[in-house]
């Protein structure tokens, strides 16, 4: 078929590696540069009932949930600190987290990606680590987030 763009080449595509994460606590901006995996992820919470005269179950949407993960090298006990916080005064401080997607090699076809996660907890962290074999000790952190914004979206690929 002649003029159909071909879709997905490789200037099209992000390199993993390309792009940054900030942390913002209270009001201290934290670059996250000990961060080797980032992943947020919304779901949403199906409600399955039945109806009279269908024989399979009807699903509708009732809320979202939004969760993330991430892998960080074992070094900085900034998120630690929340966790000593939440102890001594029963108060755990949200926080938001950016995460921004920018491949030079594909930023003129594509453009960027920026994400704001709002109002962020840590669910769950380590507090100290030691291990014989390993040669860079890594932690994963895992939370949750109320509110999410894109600030800057990718462009949208042309249709065929």
Do not use: H
């Not at 078929?1 to 009001?27: D, H, P, W």
């Not at 919470?45 to 039945?50: A, C, D, E, R, V």
């Amino acid at each position: 078929m002649q003029g159909i763009k071909t879709l997905n080449l490789t200037n099209e595509t992000v390199a993993g590696s390309q792009g940054a994460v900030f942390c913002e606590i209270g009001s201290r901006r934290y670059v996250m540069a000990n961060l080797t995996k980032f992943k947020a992820k919304f779901k949403v919470n199906i409600t399955k009932k039945g109806v009279l005269g269908k024989s399979g179950k009807q699903a509708k949407p009732g809320g979202w949930e939004g969760s993330w993960e991430a892998t960080v090298y074992y070094n900085q006990s900034t998120m630690r600190a929340l966790a000593e916080e939440y102890k001594n005064t029963g108060v755990l401080p949200p926080f938001n987290i950016q995460t921004i997607n920018e491949d030079q090699s594909s930023v003129k076809t594509i453009g960027r990606q920026s994400v704001i996660f709002k109002d962020c907890i840590s669910e769950e962290m380590i507090i100290s680590m030691l291990d014989v074999d390993a040669e860079i000790l890594e932690e994963d952190l895992s939370g949750t987030f109320n509110d999410f914004d894109f600030p800057e979206k990718f462009k949208d690929l042309p249709s065929a």
